[in-house]
Structures are given as structure tokens and as C-alpha cells.
């Protein structure tokens, strides 16, 4: 199975600086050809960028994705943005469940499932994150919490075509602090059981690492077992740092 290698732009970028990241990623992805044998490349820009970000990979072997979806179909939602029109834009794949929405805009797991339906239904990959908060972890209760936004983020149209997991631990996200080869390959572990007990074909979905990777660490928690890829935030916002970080999972 090909390593996943997702950049989560965020709330960052502009056409200028888009187009800079975008030719940077490519050429260098062209002086390393074995990236593509061994990995995946995904670029996940703001809804407004996509269409352009879209048309700008082509050729280039990377893919693209947004940071959202409304679980509605069409209709009076102003603001939101469907699957169907991400599809549009040539998309393939779509975030879901970031911690950061989950925080800032109260998502649940059962909206993020209400979601993974809809991008599934619209044809696009659900990348849905979980991950627990550094008060859970010191409580010894991180397992728990996982596996219950799992099971609740997940939908019954989840498998493993359509569904891949970022394990993300929010004390890691943008704060240089990364977990520990153990933890990730502990809780990689445990995911992997949970889909496996839960999931048609869970020993195949795909799980990522998300928090803080960077071509230091990349190396290491790629090499983990269950770790299928990365979920990348700051360090897939400059081209040399996001292309050593798929070269370190060759
Ligand atoms: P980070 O973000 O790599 O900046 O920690 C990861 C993410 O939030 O997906």
C-alpha cells in the first residue's frame, strides 16, 4: 500500500504564494521520481483555491482535497460549501472532523459522519481525524476517546476505498510536541484493532499521523507500524520541507 502523504494547508495561502508552493512541490517531486512509486501526494488548499490548486497539479501526479464539507445535499445554507461542488472543482478527497473544527465550529462525531455520508455519496475520500487532548492523555483515558469518535465519526458507508483515519493528537497539532514513536505505534495499534472489529475491510483503511511531522521525525513515525501516512500541517507549507517528508517514507 502506498504511503499517504497529505498537506493540510489550512487557512494559509494566495493565489501568489499557491502557485510558489505548488511549482516548488512539483519540481521537486520531478528530481525524486521514487516518491511516486512509493507514496501518494495530496495538497488540501482553502474551498476558495481548490478549483485553481486543481488545475494546477494536473500532470503533476498530486492530488487535492478540501479541509470541509456541509453534510447537505444543496439548498439555503449560506456559507457552506457541498460535496458534490468540491467534486466539482476536480477534487478527491475531502478533510473531515479536524480538531480544530471540532473546537472552533462545535463539530460532533455524528456531524462528521453526517459528512463522511455525504463526500462518499459525492465520490470523494473522507480523511477523518481523531485524536484526544492532553488533559485525556493524562488521565490514561486516550484509547477511550478515540474509539469513541471512531465509531461515532464513522459512517456505514466507510470502507476501505473510500475512508482513510488521521490519528492526530491535538497536543501535538501546530506545537512542535510529537508523540513518541510508542504512543503512535501503540495507538496506531489499537485503531487498527477497533476498524478490524468494526469496519468491512478495516485491516485496510488507511491510517495517518497527523501533529507536528516534520522531516526530522518523519523518518521514524513512517516507519511505524500502522502508520500509513501523514496528515502535515505547517511543514506542507514549504515544498522542501513537505517533498523531505515523503522522501523519508521511501
Ligand atoms: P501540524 O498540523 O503539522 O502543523 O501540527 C497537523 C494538522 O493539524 O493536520
Not at 179 to 199: E, P, W, Y
Request: hydrophobic share 35%; glycine share 10%.
Amino acid at each position: 500500500m502506498k504511503k499517504l502523504i497529505a498537506g493540510n494547508w489550512k487557512m494559509n495561502g494566495s493565489n501568489g504564494e499557491n502557485k510558489q508552493l505548488l511549482s516548488g512541490i512539483a519540481q521537486l517531486l520531478e528530481q525524486i521520481p521514487a516518491i511516486h512509486k512509493h507514496c501518494e501526494m495530496l495538497v488540501c488548499p482553502p474551498s476558495v483555491y481548490l478549483s485553481d490548486v486543481t488545475n494546477a497539479t494536473k500532470g503533476t501526479g498530486i492530488e487535492t482535497g478540501a479541509q470541509d464539507c456541509s453534510h447537505h445535499s444543496n439548498g439555503a445554507y449560506t456559507g457552506d460549501i457541498a460535496a458534490t461542488m468540491i467534486r466539482d472543482t476536480g477534487a478527491s478527497y475531502v478533510i473531515l472532523g479536524h480538531s480544530e473544527r471540532r473546537q472552533y465550529h462545535d463539530e460532533t462525531s455524528t456531524m462528521v459522519s453526517w459528512k463522511a455520508s455525504s463526500a462518499h455519496e459525492a465520490g470523494l475520500k473522507a480523511i477523518i481525524c481523531v485524536g484526544e487532548k492532553e488533559h485525556e492523555r493524562e488521565q490514561g483515558i486516550e484509547c477511550e476517546i478515540v474509539k469513541e469518535q471512531l465509531l461515532d465519526s464513522l459512517p456505514d458507508s466507510a470502507n476501505a476505498d473510500n475512508t482513510i483515519i488521521a490519528y492526530e493528537p491535538v497536543w501535538a497539532i501546530g506545537t512542535g510536541k510529537t508523540a513518541s514513536k510508542d504512543d503512535v505505534a501503540s495507538m496506531h495499534s489499537f485503531i487498527r484493532d477497533t476498524l478490524k472489529n468494526n469496519i468491512a475491510s478495516g485491516e485496510n483503511i488507511r491510517i495517518l499521523y497527523g501533529g507536528s511531522m516534520k522531516p526530522e521525525n518523519a523518518g521514524e513515525l513512517l516507519a511505524t507500524e500502522n502508520v500509513d501516512g501523514g496528515l502535515i500541517g505547517g511543514a506542507s507549507l514549504k515544498a522542501d520541507h513537505f517533498i523531505a517528508i515523503a522522501k523519508a517514507a521511501i
